[in-house]
């Protein structure tokens, strides 16, 4: 018998807890402040309402009606639609790995932060704290040097991970009881401890304060689309695995709608947090759209500047490095448990053992991450996931539900158990079926196309060789995923293995 969550606040904590993630700690702020503050957010709430709900509710709805993961989710929409499937539990796997690595990044940031304690107003100290300890050259080269800090905090991260989902919906349950509730808290001190410092309204006033001039910038609707599309954890088989988890009574129409609008006003107010602090500290212009750049570079400066008391900025520091774990955690193992989920209902294999081979397996191949070209190859790693893979995922299952499937369908499940509201078939039906393909469409031809001019090369400073290792090879893997799952089957076969095939029809909402 499948397991289930135990309740609806269950669900709704652990789809909130895998939708806020460390983007919305560091890129959303970072990207309001380049595209006008209050002009950002109208974007983004527009993209949420017509391609982020849509597609969130659509993963959701197919996955609880066949009790499927990904995979088998997008197979009962169209036998020839598993590929696709597959596709998006690889782009999980792509992600948990350099994941995983951030994370231990964050974790190592946190046992250090008592160091900030003797850095006051040192920004330059503050600045390099990181870069050196975890040795990075900002090249792909640098294999053979190994920062031992970094590694043990990546052994920290995958046991956490491990730990937090070893029993599926029991685990995740009583820990996303916590890793939701607590980077709010986190957010909120610091939101306040912001509000307190000269110049904060300074900070208020551009981040909610319309530039309405940045609308004509191409680049802001295109970044506040894909910030939509990355932050609700859609296309990497997260959500169809939790939706697959479901009762079949759940209101999936209203729970989707708590879960976009936690995951946006999380957002917001890691942006208050951000803009308070950085325009008290004299730094509001330094705010970067890199994540990476403003956790562990330009935060670590504002940190040491917040007051004169070391030990005030010490705790400032390990509070926000916790903040950072708890939403970081919960981000990793729901990645992890849309992997398992697919793989343990393909293959009829154990989930606790099949998570725990995941876990080791991608823990083995992190270690990549842990040497001094870490930082250069998972930014070229994510770049290439996130900007062609991710969103080929997303265009390829908008276009199986809306044109290969009949779409009412899945907005009658989606609205089967609701009364107070529900998603009404202009706002679904039309927002599946054209814009949200052709918007994701647009944005990936725009990636694709700044990459041709650019010589098929990302990044200042990285080879055509560490592109097609780390870049086209990997993009290889992840869209013939389908392929090689088909030829893993096909040897199964040969010794007895039967093959679901099921399709919408065939399944039973119990």
């Not at 609806?8 to 919305?24: E, K, Y």
């Not at 509710?57 to 169209?78: C, D, F, W, Y």
């Not at 708590?258 to 008290?280: E, P, Q, R, W």
């Not at 730094?283 to 005030?312: C, E, H, R, W």
């Amino acid at each position: 018998m499948r397991e289930k969550w135990s309740s609806r606040t269950t669900f709704i904590l652990a789809a909130i807890g895998s939708a806020v993630g460390l983007g919305n700690a560091w890129r959303f702020p970072g990207l309001a402040s380049k595209y006008g503050g209050g002009a950002f957010l109208f974007v983004y709430l527009l993209a949420m309402l017509l391609i982020g709900i849509p597609l969130l509710m659509m993963e959701i709805a197919v996955a609880r009606h066949t009790k499927q993961g990904a995979p088998g989710s997008m197979r009962s929409l169209n036998k020839k639609a598993e590929p696709v499937g597959w596709i998006a539990v690889s782009n999980g796997i792509g992600i948990s790995i350099y994941y995983a690595a951030v994370f231990a990044w964050v974790i190592l940031m946190f046992f250090m932060s008592f160091k900030f304690k003797g850095m006051t107003g040192d920004t330059e100290a503050a600045s390099s704290l990181w870069a050196d300890t975890i040795k990075t050259t900002w090249t792909t080269s640098g294999f053979t040097t190994i920062a031992w800090p970094v590694l043990i905090c990546l052994i920290v991260a995958w046991a956490l991970c491990y730990i937090c989902i070893r029993n599926g919906t029991t685990t995740v349950g009583k820990v996303v009881k916590y890793t939701v509730s607590l980077p709010v808290i986190c957010l909120v001190i610091m939101a306040a401890r912001g509000f307190t410092m000269s110049g904060a309204m300074t900070g208020i006033e551009k981040l909610f304060i319309p530039e309405w001039s940045a609308l004509s910038d191409s680049n802001l609707w295109i970044d506040a689309i894909g910030q939509v599309f990355y932050s609700l954890s859609t296309s990497m088989a997260i959500m169809f695995a939790y939706g697959s988890y479901l009762d079949s009574k759940a209101n999936i129409a209203v729970d989707a709608i708590i879960i976009a609008f936690s995951d946006m006003l999380i957002s917001v107010l890691a942006g208050i947090v951000m803009f308070t602090t950085m325009a008290g500290v004299g730094m509001l212009d330094n705010m970067s759209a890199s994540g990476i750049a403003t956790a562990f570079i330009i935060y670590p400066q504002a940190i040491v500047k917040l007051s004169s008391n070391g030990v005030v900025n010490m705790i400032f520091a390990f509070i926000f490095y916790f903040c950072l774990i708890t939403l970081a955690i919960d981000s990793l193992f729901s990645i992890i448990e849309g992997i398992s989920t697919a793989l343990s209902d393909k293959f009829n294999l154990n989930k606790k053992k099949t998570t725990l081979t995941i876990c080791i397996i991608e823990g083995v191949i992190s270690l990549i991450y842990v040497t001094a070209a870490g930082v250069a190859v998972l930014d070229i790693v994510d770049y290439f996931i996130n900007s062609y893979t991710l969103l080929l995922t997303g265009i390829l299952e908008v276009i199986v539900a809306g044109w290969f499937f009949k779409t009412s369908k899945i907005l009658i499940q989606i609205n089967r158990n609701t009364k107070s509201f529900k998603l009404p078939g202009w706002w679904f039906l039309p927002s599946i079926k054209y814009f949200a393909p052709v918007v994701l469409s647009g944005l990936f031809i725009w990636n694709l196309v700044n990459l041709i001019r650019g010589g098929g090369v990302y990044g200042d400073g990285y080879s055509l060789r560490a592109n097609i290792l780390f870049g086209w090879a990997i993009i290889a893997l992840i869209l013939l995923s389908g392929l090689i799952i088909k030829l893993i089957v096909k040897c199964k076969t040969a010794g007895g293995y039967q093959e679901d095939s099921r399709t919408w029809d065939e399944f039973t909402d119990d």
